[in-house]
């Protein structure tokens, strides 16, 4: 009976001592857990904070040398010019060809630095989010290229009203830009439309600007928002290709994303979003 009573005893306290334990671990392992998220958490604010500082640096290095080169490409654009108009007459053929060609060289050159200097202003802009009217603005700018080209038959499909939550001032250059590029690409077309609209996803609002123009393949969708990268030749669409960056920049400093669908010959179709 002596026997018994002890193991009996042993059982008991081996049945409180098991969960003690248990929870104990518990304890231990979920404080290891609560320390390793906040080191992850800490790593993760180092980087977001490394990676505004390097895209700060390189905005700010992006104005300086851009406003740098300004200066010197006035400097031989203006005296190449000079030199045509003064002693153009005097000039081989040959001579005179060149000076055209140096001529439009600096002013090609000195739009994309024009370009480049816009792209590094959007990200120091300062934003002001207000309640606006994507139609309004969109409206505005049909009344601007149909003054420009009266003769184009382009029908424009625009909402009685189309409500956003953005600034004002970087929305409209985002909404112009898209709005050029479908004006832009439908050109060669006896008749086009351009489209502007929303539709939901979910509980997220998603636009989209659509035209039935040129398109491009989408194999090469990848490098679409990139700065200077061109879907089509100069020849046949001119154009820096800044406009689409510029679009891509605006549309993340609001927390959006931006994609496109497009077919050769077949149109296209760039949507966007906006943080709620």
């Known amino acids: 009976m002596t026997g018994q009573r002890k193991d009996f005893a042993a059982e008991r306290q081996d049945g409180v001592a098991g969960p003690a334990r248990s929870a104990g671990d518990c304890?231990?392992?979920?404080?290891?857990a609560q320390q390793e998220l906040r080191r992850a958490n800490e790593d993760l604010a180092r980087?977001?904070?490394?990676?505004?500082?390097?895209?700060?640096?390189?905005?700010?290095?992006?104005?300086?040398?851009?406003?740098?080169?300004?200066?010197?490409?006035?400097?031989?654009?203006?005296?190449?010019t000079a030199l045509l108009e003064d002693y153009g007459e005097g000039l081989e053929p040959t001579a005179h060809s060149y000076l055209d060609c140096i001529v439009r060289a600096g002013r090609k050159m000195e739009g994309l630095v024009d370009a480049l200097l816009a792209l590094s202003r959007i990200g120091r802009q300062d934003m002001t989010p207000l309640n606006i009217d994507l139609s309004q603005m969109a409206n505005s700018y049909v009344a601007c290229v149909r003054e420009g080209d009266p003769g184009r038959k382009v029908t424009f499909k625009?909402?009685?009203?189309?409500?956003?939550?953005?600034?004002?001032?970087?929305?409209?250059?985002?909404?112009?830009?898209?709005l050029e590029n479908a004006w832009k690409f439908t050109a060669k077309k006896e008749s086009a439309t351009i489209e502007i609209g929303s539709r939901m996803d979910g509980d997220e609002v998603v636009y989209f600007v659509r035209d039935d123009g040129a398109g491009f393949d989408m194999r090469f969708a990848d490098r679409l928002f990139g700065p200077f990268q061109r879907m089509h030749r100069e020849e046949e669409f001119p154009g820096l290709g800044i406009g689409l960056a510029i679009v891509q920049r605006i549309i993340n400093r609001h927390g959006g994303r931006i994609w496109a669908?497009?077919?050769?010959?077949?149109?296209?179709?760039?949507?966007?979003?906006?943080?709620?």
């Open 27 to 32: 304890e231990t392992r979920l404080a290891q």
């Open 158 to 178: 625009v909402p009685q009203r189309l409500p956003a939550h953005a600034d004002a001032v970087l929305m409209r250059t985002a909404l112009e830009h898209l």
């Open 47 to 80: 980087q977001k904070a490394n990676a505004e500082n390097l895209g700060r640096e390189l905005e700010t290095f992006s104005y300086a040398v851009s406003h740098d080169l300004r200066a010197p490409l006035r400097h031989l654009i203006g005296f190449s």
């Open 261 to 276: 669908e497009a077919e050769v010959n077949g149109g296209a179709t760039f949507y966007f979003t906006l943080a709620n």
